[in-house]
């Protein structure tokens, strides 16, 4: 084979591999674990879980106190009397009557990252969170009963730069527009846009004070009062060599059309609320549950939340384990391949590191899942549908050592 040859063979194989390499993984299913109960061994009284047992359930370091004082997430088991009752008493019993399955949820007080992290801000302090089956809503003017989905929470490390003109597309059809900057006033010019419809438009000042940074929208709510669902922090502004550029954080959004006034009997899933009160709501299952005694088989309890149990004779005294997981769905990374390219200095490299979503698997029985932050990870029990672990890297070296052979050689 001639020289010439050799090297459009090698250059084929090399393309080969890197199309290998950049090609999707499948996505990755995990089960979050609560702790497992004996039924042969457990009173029915005693068969609950809060955060500290059920990585499922709301957690917040920050919030600790006020989740130990009683907030935040609750689910356990109350005997109403009829089937006979899981637990201790009848250990292979394994149906929750109607009404059996308790879910509670109050919300914890939680400060704007803006009010926390700058000094003299008085324009806003503090918002109310409630989770609601993991999902995470603001309680308007601290009422349980009024909520809405929190699309956006900058953290305290997070910036946004825009240009002049530029468009920032957030979640839920939302948009701000820098419209303009003028670097000699200390202003710049933002608009508000939800499915391209223009919502507000407000001029910031960067030379007063903290509180004059701040952009916020506010819009009338079920309680008959203005309340904000969005704002932002302009942190500075600065001219380039074409554009002039503002630096936005601590940005906060809840989505203002689904603000939600929760009354008794209204339902999410498979639960009904039985008490809707300002200080929190009371929901239980509205069908009987069947759990399914047999090892990797799944009961649904509502949404992605499902009960998980082992063969029957398993625990004591003839009982069974029983544990609640909750499932959810990860899209694994891409491996990229090496390109070598030159970068300008007015371009902006962004680099995301993935790797303790996708590469790490742990025991997650006394684990806990922080919720704050928008981008929530959590520890891992059971993998479904996994790729083959290590094949993207395989591949990456094989294509990167090739790009060496042929610079050796040619």
Not at 259 to 282: C, H, I, K, T, W
Not at 384 to 390: A, D, E, N, R
Request: hydrophobic share 35%; aromatic share 10%; proline share 2%.
């Amino acid at each position: 084979m001639t020289h010439k040859s050799q090297k459009k063979v090698m250059i084929r194989i090399l393309f080969m591999f890197i199309f290998i390499t950049v090609s999707p993984s499948m996505a990755t299913t995990v089960d979050i674990r609560g702790t497992p109960q004996d039924t042969g061994s457990v009173d029915a009284g005693n068969i609950s879980w809060d955060y500290s047992t059920f990585p499922g359930l709301y957690y917040s370091a920050n919030k600790h106190t006020q989740l130990t004082a009683g907030s935040g997430e609750h689910l356990y088991f109350a005997d109403d009397g009829g089937n006979p009752s899981i637990g201790s008493s009848n250990p292979t019993a394994h149906i929750i009557d109607e009404g059996e399955l308790i879910y509670i949820t109050s919300q914890v007080a939680s400060k704007y990252k803006v009010y926390s992290e700058e000094d003299n801000i008085t324009k806003v302090t503090k918002f109310y969170t409630l989770s609601l089956f993991g999902t995470s809503y603001c309680a308007v003017d601290n009422d349980a009963t009024n909520i809405a989905k929190i699309l956006i929470q900058q953290g305290e490390n997070d910036k946004k730069t825009l240009k002049s003109g530029e468009k920032w597309e957030m979640k839920g059809g939302y948009s701000l527009v820098l419209n303009a900057v003028d670097i000699d006033g200390g202003k710049c010019y933002l608009t508000l846009y939800k499915n391209e419809e223009e919502l507000d438009t407000g001029v910031i000042s960067t030379d007063g004070t903290n509180n004059d940074r701040i952009y916020s929208v506010e819009e009338d709510c079920a309680d008959g009062s203005e309340h904000i669902y969005f704002l932002t922090y302009v942190d500075s502004i600065f001219a380039g060599q074409e554009d002039n550029f503002a630096v936005l954080k601590y940005t906060w959004l809840a989505d203002k059309d689904s603000y939600v006034e929760v009354q008794s009997g209204d339902e999410f899933g498979n639960f009904e609320v039985d008490e809707a009160l300002g200080a929190g709501l009371v929901l239980s299952n509205s069908k009987s549950i069947t759990i399914t005694v047999d090892a990797g088989a799944t009961t649904l309890i509502t949404g992605d939340w499902y009960f998980k149990s082992s063969d029957s004779g398993k625990g004591t005294n003839g009982g069974y384990i029983l544990y609640p997981i909750k499932r959810v769905t990860i899209e694994d990374s891409v491996a990229e391949a090496v390109v070598v390219d030159e970068v300008s200095e007015e371009e902006e490299l962004v680099i995301v590191d993935v790797s303790s979503d996708t590469k790490e698997t742990v025991d997650i029985s006394n684990s806990i899942l922080d919720q704050t932050d928008v981008d929530d990870d959590g520890p891992v029990e059971t993998l479904h549908k996994s790729s083959i672990p290590g094949f993207e890297g395989s591949m990456s070296v094989l294509a990167i050592s090739m790009v060496f052979f042929l610079r050796r050689y040619y």
